[in-house]
């Protein structure tokens, strides 16, 4: 069983919808990240969280430590999200990552 | 402020052959962070860099080495290379270990 799960392995929505990803994991933690990878390679860190909530513009990130368990939001998504949303969390003295989201929006 | 910039950006190499890879953080972040990606494996750590000391590796072979600068460049080097090499190098710069990463787009090794 990996560290690190991410649910679903893909998801297809239509503009406008709201979304969850969720990222549960087995390992303490210092904190999560969620990043951002759109095709061509290229990451964006959206998130860096060690407990509660945080929101930037349209996304939002939560965390529960007991459950060890993290959303990310997207709220009246848009074609431009289509990426793949990447859960990753700092365990001791390594980075361990989930196998990520594949998330296509649809006009 | 410049982004963080990974030279060469798509290099190929035949077996048994070494490779350094380059990385430029954002001018005032002290930590480095290296990472490897492959369709198989997907993300995996590969070393962590503060202040020219390696403070983390991840589940690497010793092939598998680093170093930083005094001017906080990273470098990585994988000698011997083999074909499950091939893969997505990405360097991360942060102020400080731990904080907010910014990923650079990343070398394309191919190793044939």
Redesign the interface.
Known sequence: KNEVEQSPQNLTAQEGEFITINCSYSVGI??L?W?QQHPG?????LF?LSSGKKKHGRLIATINIQEKHSSLHITASHPRDSAVY?C?V?NN????????TRLTVKP | KAGVTQTPRYLIKTRGQQVTLSCSPISGHRSV?W?Q?TPGQ????LF?YFSETQ?????FPGRFSGRQFSNSRSEMNVSTLELGDSA?Y?C?SSLNP??????G??T?LTVL
């Open positions: 210092s904190a990240h990043l390679g290229g990451i964006v860190s860096m990447i990753a700092w003295n390594d980075m361990r990552f989930g196998a990520g | 962070s990472y990606q997907g993300l995996q750590f962590e403070r983390n590796k991840g589940n997505l990405l991360a731990r904080d907010t990463q910014y990923f787009p990343g394309r």
